[in-house]
């Protein structure tokens, strides 16, 4: 009897493919649907037909929109069921809760991070030993391996590196990735959408993919919105001129930004930081979004490879980031906050953000950037 393996199906071409590859290498393949439904009014009203319970979350056999009837429809071209697993509380209070008090923190939040590790791969987890699957699966250009020293279960680059998605798995522990198959890590994405067009599959969408999957096609002020927030005024300040300006509201700024500022200074100007004390934006040039250290906080190691002393790992500090060589060491014994110092300086580093760790291909941790030596910011995860 094939082992059954439970894949997470967003209904766009990865997913699909994956679903694809692994019922042709003989799984008993199952598929679930997460509906994230965080603001209730954006999704088609159903009445669920409740089966079972994952962690407190309905699930139903049965499509409840026109998207979820296409990929209903995919997967019987393929030869297999789907669930739907209404995941939107818990989605809201894990994910979207923090990511909205983090930017009135004037921090810069990753939340794909926070959703692989808390819901997506902790559900899938959960509902696979549910309905007696071995494995189970997702759509990411990425590969899970054992680590050549420690033997750990660790994420792996992907083959194609142009689309590699191991930094948003930075923080998923080895004990979730025992049971985790990705099969598309192996190739590549323009490979994988023209098998999908030549089969015939499901609807490739000539658009990428969404920044953020809750946001759709609203922008960050109305998803705040949801939340009941009110934007407050206050002074943009150069740090070498002083007050140039105004803005609406810290929550539509990042370090780094240079669009959308709403000042004319005759060159280009950076968001450098954001104070939410005195809801103030501090912009200024380029060079002056460098720095070399910052200090990382709620570190998850993968098992048997966490330092014990300063290590030199690769590290990248956002997805488009690519991963410099720097020094790793642990503060006061505690593997789980670490001090960050780059070889050379980088630009950007953004409180919030996630800070992957590499040891060549594989990844070998993850923590939250807390703040830099230049500033010091009150963290919420280094309380």
């Excluded at 609406?248 to 954001?274: D, E, M």
């Excluded at 570190?299 to 966490?306: F, H, K, Q, R």
């Excluded at 997805?319 to 780059?342: L, M, S, W």
């Excluded at 760790?357 to 230049?374: A, K, L, N, P, R």
């Amino acid at each position: 009897m094939s082992e059954r393996v439970l894949i997470g199906l967003s209904g766009g071409i990865d997913s699909t493919y994956a679903a694809f590859v692994l019922k042709n290498r003989g799984y008993d393949v199952l598929g679930v649907h997460f509906r994230l439904c965080p603001f209730p009014s954006t999704e088609e009203g159903h009445q669920a037909r409740l089966l079972f319970s994952l962690l407190g979350t309905p699930i139903d056999y049965a499509p409840s929109n026109e998207r979820e009837r296409k990929l209903v429809k995919s997967a019987e071209m393929m030869g297999f069921e789907v669930v739907f697993a209404d995941i939107g509380r818990r989605f809201r209070r894990l994910v979207l809760n923090p990511f909205f008090e983090e930017y009135k923190r004037g921090r810069t939040p990753n939340p794909c991070v926070v959703c692989n590790k808390k819901v997506k791969f902790a559900g899938l987890l959960d509902l696979a030993g549910q309905l007696g699957a071995a494995f189970y699966a997702t759509g990411h250009y990425a590969r899970v391996v054992k680590h050549p020293l420690s033997g750990t279960f660790v994420v792996r680059r992907a083959l194609d590196s142009e689309k590699d998605q191991s930094y948003f798995l930075c923080r998923v522990e080895s004990s979730h990735l025992a049971r985790a198959l990705m099969p598309l890590g192996e190739m590549r994405k323009d490979d994988v959408r023209a098998e999908v067009l030549k089969l015939g599959l499901c609807e490739p969408s000539l658009k990428p993919s969404q920044d953020l999957c809750f946001a759709g096609a609203k922008n960050y002020a109305s998803v705040f919105e949801g939340f009941g927030y009110e934007p407050q005024p206050g002074p943009i300040v150069d740090v070498e001129r002083g007050q140039v300006g105004h803005h609406n509201g810290i929550l539509n700024f990042t370090i780094g930004q240079r669009r959308g500022l709403s000042v004319a200074l005759g060159q280009p100007k950076y968001v450098l930081r954001i104070d939410p004390a005195t809801n103030t934006v501090f912009i200024g040039d380029k060079e002056q979004l460098y720095g070399s250290e910052f200090y990382a906080s709620d570190v998850v190691w993968a098992d048997g490879l966490a330092p014990k002393g300063p290590v030199y790992l690769h590290t990248k500090i956002r997805y488009k980031h690519e991963a410099q060589r720097a020094r790793i060491t642990p503060i006061d014994g505690d593997d789980t906050k670490v001090n960050v110092h780059f070889d050379h300086a980088q630009p950007s580093i953004t409180p919030g953000q996630a800070a992957a760790f590499y040891d060549g291909d594989y990844v070998v941790g993850g923590g939250w950037i807390c703040h830099t030596s230049e500033t010091n910011w009150a963290c919420g995860l280094c309380d």
